[in-house]
C-alpha cells in the first residue's frame, strides 16, 4: 500500500504531456508499477497520458490494470478510473 501511495499520478487540468512526463520521472526513479487516477472530465486526460507515456516516452512499460468506479462527492456521483502501468522487461 505504501508503495502505491508513492507511484500515484493524479491527473488534473494540466495537459497531458505533463502527467507523461510525471509518469516517465516516476518509472526513471526506480518504480515498477505506476498508477494514473483522475476523475470526471480529467478522465480522457489520463487515458491521453497512459498512451503518450507508453508510445511517446517509455519502453518497456505497458498498461497491466484499469479500473473504472462511481465516487460520491458531495452528494453527486462522479466517475473514476485508476490505470495501472508496469514494466514489462
Known amino acids: 500500500m505504501n508503495e502505491e501511495q508513492q507511484n500515484v499520478i493524479y491527473v488534473g487540468n494540466k495537459p497531458a504531456v505533463k502527467y507523461a512526463a510525471a509518469v516517465a520521472a516516476e518509472f526513471e526513479n526506480g518504480a515498477n508499477e505506476v498508477f494514473i487516477k483522475a476523475r470526471g472530465r480529467a478522465i480522457s486526460t489520463a487515458v491521453d497520458a497512459a498512451q503518450i507515456s507508453i508510445n511517446r516516452f517509455l519502453t518497456g512499460v ?28
Do not use: F, G, M
Open 62 to 89: 505497458d498498461v497491466k490494470n484499469v479500473e473504472i468506479s462511481t465516487e460520491e462527492i458531495e452528494n453527486r456521483n462522479v466517475s473514476s478510473i485508476q490505470i495501472l502501468l508496469t514494466k514489462t522487461e
